[in-house]
């Protein structure tokens, strides 16, 4: 587990400001903010996993006055975040091992931060992030729907090895978590870089049952 951490730390650290800069403009994650932005109410509580610069996420739902947590395995993305959203938290810590107290978020983020796990690391940490969410908090996850298992790639010009699941079995994994889908939506989208290939992105809208 902490070998899988640091590769996903180097990974990040070495992107940096660029990982902010090539993914700006996702209209598919802008509108699953504004989705997450008129479910909740005033001074909601939410957690951002793999917060990365602070933006757009945690900066999106601070300046609309949330109280945002964000956590990356990345000390350069938080400390990226920390001096970009001042009004949001940011932790230097891996999901997989920071405590997370039970029904204690209105609201989950989950961006594209799971790639770098295992599938049974994944479904364990979308359960913990389930329990973590008050009965009827939303959670948005992010990730790219495809049937692969530690497949070594190259992603902006960084070696990574990407685990994830086919579209309908991220949707089987996110209902066996104790959510319930409300929304689910398939993007292609390029990153701004050099090395950037287009990939799909699959965005799924959940509420954990009331």
């Known amino acids: 587990m902490a070998d899988r951490g640091q590769r996903a730390a180097a990974v990040?650290?070495?992107?940096g400001a660029t990982y902010e800069k090539a993914f700006a403009h996702s209209e598919a994650h802008l509108a699953s903010l504004e989705w997450l932005l008129g479910g909740l109410a005033p001074g909601s509580r939410v957690l951002d996993v793999g917060s990365g610069t602070g933006r757009p996420t945690a900066a999106t739902?601070?300046?609309?006055?949330?109280?945002?947590l964000g956590v990356d395995v990345s000390p350069v993305m938080v400390d990226l975040a920390t001096r970009q959203v001042p009004q949001a938290t940011f932790r230097h810590a891996d999901i997989r091992e920071l405590p997370l107290e039970e029904g204690s978020f209105d609201a989950v983020c989950v961006y594209f931060s799971l790639l770098q796990m295992t599938r049974a690391e994944q479904s364990e940490v979308l359960g913990r992030l389930t329990r973590a969410l008050r009965p009827g908090g939303l959670l948005v996850l992010a990730t790219v729907p495809a049937d692969v298992?530690?497949?070594?790639?190259?992603?902006?010009?960084q070696p990574v090895r990407a685990t994830s699941f086919a579209a309908e079995d991220v949707v089987a994994v996110v209902r066996d978590a104790g959510l319930t889908v409300e929304s689910e939506q398939v993007v292609e989208f390029t990153p701004d870089h050099p090395q950037g290939a287009v990939e799909p992105h699959l965005f799924v809208y959940c509420r954990r049952a009331s």
């Open 12 to 15: 990040f650290d070495a992107l």
């Open 61 to 68: 739902l601070a300046a609309a006055g949330h109280d945002v």
């Open 149 to 157: 298992e530690d497949l070594a790639i190259e992603f902006m010009g």
